[in-house]
């Protein structure tokens, strides 16, 4: 029989399809990244123009223009009106890839675009499970100037204020009232509670550099009476006291289990006794079997010195550390949250 006349198999024909998707990730990534850096969205999300319009508005040129805007139309991020010809932001685009909505996850796309000369490196990493590191940098924050701070501080707020949000529906913060977001970048995490929480205030603890980024944000928030920026080192420097919480959001990921440990003996130290640690990053399934997000992360944290781990790994880390109560709340898709407890009373008082 002739092959090409068999019934194709819907299922495996998905299949290939997400195969092809996964083998041009990088090409659609670039996409986005240069849509988002265009203004494209921007543009679209005050009127709807026809392509030879956007040419003109953006002087990007009609050779390439309508493969852009297939693209995004065939990601559902553009639609076409067909009466006018004219293109206009899907209801996700406009959600989520204008700048100015409060769910922007843009910034996103634009930090991971500057990570793809590293994530070239994957394979070298992946062969010898070493992270790639950019001419001698010892990590991933050391080697960052004025404007990648800024690529990564926009990146992560945006993905930040969704950490926030789901922190808010997981857990019961209403004892909480002076949170430490430790390596707290920008603030989103921190502005998103602090939002919701009236009667919270917020040390943010992050390097020199972050701070313009962060006293910027706190001050759009209209939180400069409830909300501060600490300037330090969580490897040189002891971490502000008079806590009753700390956040760890994104952070351990970052590191290898022996800087972990140096961070988390900080976190020890400054919480108040009793007081509530809270680890929320991408962890993975105990069997390794995703979840897609926190796996492809992970990949990211290979190259970059990292490690995303699982539930039971980052327990055991606090547990070492000397926390208590450990809870590992319900495996997210994207994070999953950890909480633990300082002893109320030393080891030595409590026997
Ligand atoms: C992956 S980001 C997480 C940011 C934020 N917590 C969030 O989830 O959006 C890691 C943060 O750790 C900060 N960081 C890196 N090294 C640090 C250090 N030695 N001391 C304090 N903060 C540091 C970085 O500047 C960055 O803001």
New binding site residues.
């Given amino acids: 029989m002739n092959r090409g006349s068999e019934p194709v198999d819907a299922d495996l024909e998905d299949a290939r399809m997400r195969i092809y998707a996964i083998e041009d990730g990088a090409v659609r990534a670039q996409a986005l990244a240069f849509a988002l850096k265009s203004g494209l969205f921007e543009v679209l999300e005050k009127e709807p123009l026809t392509l030879t319009e956007l040419s003109a508005r953006l002087e990007i040129p009609m050779r390439v223009l309508p493969a852009l805007a297939a693209f995004l139309a065939s990601q559902d991020l553009l639609r076409l009106d067909d009466a006018t010809g004219e293109f206009t932001n899907s209801p996700a685009a406009s959600a989520f890839l204008v700048r100015s909505s409060d769910s922007y996850v843009g910034g996103r796309g634009l930090l991971f675009a500057g990570f793809h000369e590293a994530m070239g490196h994957l394979g070298e990493s992946l062969a010898s499970g070493q992270p790639w590191t950019d001419a001698g940098q010892h990590?991933m924050?050391g080697g960052f100037d004025g404007d990648d701070q800024r690529w990564?501080?926009e990146g992560?707020?945006s993905?930040?204020v969704h950490?926030g949000r789901a922190l808010l529906r997981e857990l019961d913060l209403s004892d909480v009232h002076r949170l430490l977001?430790?390596?707290?970048?920008a603030g989103?995490?921190s502005i998103t509670l602090l939002q919701s929480l009236p009667h919270m205030e917020a040390t943010l603890?992050?390097?020199p550099a972050?701070r313009p980024l962060a006293e910027e944000q706190i001050q759009r928030a209209g939180l400069r009476g409830r909300m501060r920026f600490a300037a330090?080192?969580?490897?040189?420097d002891p971490l502000p006291t008079g806590h009753d919480a700390i956040?760890l959001?994104?952070?351990l990921h970052?590191w290898d289990n022996l800087d972990c440990g140096r961070i988390l003996a900080r976190c020890f130290d400054a919480l108040t006794p009793g007081g509530l640690l809270i680890v929320t990053e991408p962890m993975l399934a105990e069997d390794a079997t995703g979840p897609e997000h926190p796996s492809v992360s992970g990949l990211t944290m290979a190259v970059l010195g990292g490690e995303n781990r699982t539930q039971s790994a980052i327990s055991r880390m606090l547990e070492i550390a000397g926390f208590e109560h450990i809870r590992r709340l319900p495996m997210g898709h994207q994070n999953s949250t950890i909480t633990a407890r300082k002893p109320l009373f030393e080891p030595a008082a409590r026997a």
């Fill in positions: 990590d924050f990564f501080a992560m707020f993905n930040a950490g977001d430790v390596g707290g970048n989103g995490y603890f992050d390097l972050i330090g080192s969580f490897f040189d956040l959001a994104s952070i970052d």
